[in-house]
């Protein structure tokens, strides 16, 4: 089974900086899909990001990037520019590619941006 | 821009009883899912739905759960005989076949499930 650990339980950053989430991923599969997703305190889940594992090219969304690095395993999302409004749970996924419909989320890092 | 939406927004029910949460998903999408964030903890899978069948489910998902496509456009999950640890965020997600992989799933605000 694919496991996703975010070994940050919680970050901050002040407004306008720069900040770093890590996502580290266990699986055999050499094609697959990871995400990142944004859980404000409205509790909504929100798609920040994504990345098929095949593409290396890192995927970047505006403020949101990330750094794919197949070989270690490792999705992290860099927010650039930080703004209150990104104050929010973050979640890092796991998707197989061709079977199985089921995201597999890490535990969340929470993300406070301050003043 | 189209939304997953879900009622009730927070359901409070009585140890034991049956609930039923509804989700309409955007309306040209095939997938139907259900998943379930307890408190402080990850978002968890529940139960994947396609053809009007259960096409992936967990272990979560055991006989106190059921899913239903009752007509075109709800999509619902039962729960029978709720317990306190049924207290939780419940998420329904729907997707089309490109989105699945393109663009992960469209998630509804979610159910709020408080059993006492």
Not at chain 1, 29 to 45: C, D, G, I, T, V
Not at chain 1, 65 to 84: C, G, R, T, Y
Request: net charge negative.
């Amino acid at each position: 089974a694919q496991t996703v650990t975010q070994s940050q339980p919680e970050m901050s950053v002040q407004e306008a900086e720069t900040v770093t989430l890590s996502c580290t991923y266990d699986t055999s599969e050499s094609n697959y899909y990871l995400f990142w997703y944004k859980q404000p305190p409205s509790r909504q889940m929100i798609l920040v990001i994504r990345q098929e594992a095949y593409k290396q090219q890192n995927a970047t969304e505006n403020r949101f990037s990330v750094n794919f690095q197949k070989a270690a395993k490792s999705f992290s999302l860099k927010i650039s520019d930080s703004q209150l409004g990104d104050t929010a749970m973050y979640f890092c996924a796991f998707k197989r590619e061709y079977s199985g419909y089921a995201l597999n989320f890490g535990k969340g890092t929470s993300l406070l941006v301050t003043p | 821009e189209p939304e997953v939406t879900q009622t009730p927004s927070h359901q409070v029910t009585q140890m034991g009883q049956e609930v039923i949460l509804r989700c309409v998903p955007i309306s040209n999408h095939l997938y139907f899912y259900w998943y379930r964030q307890i408190l402080g903890q990850k978002v968890e899978f529940l139960v994947s739905f396609y053809n009007n069948e259960i096409s992936e489910k967990s272990e979560i998902f055991d006989d106190q759960f059921s899913v239903e496509r009752p007509d075109g456009s709800n999509f619902t999950l039962k729960i029978r005989s709720t317990k306190l640890e049924d207290s939780a965020m419940y998420f329904c997600a729907s997707s089309d076949q490109q989105a699945m992989t393109d663009y992960g799933y469209t998630f509804g605000s979610g159910t709020r499930l408080t059993v006492v």
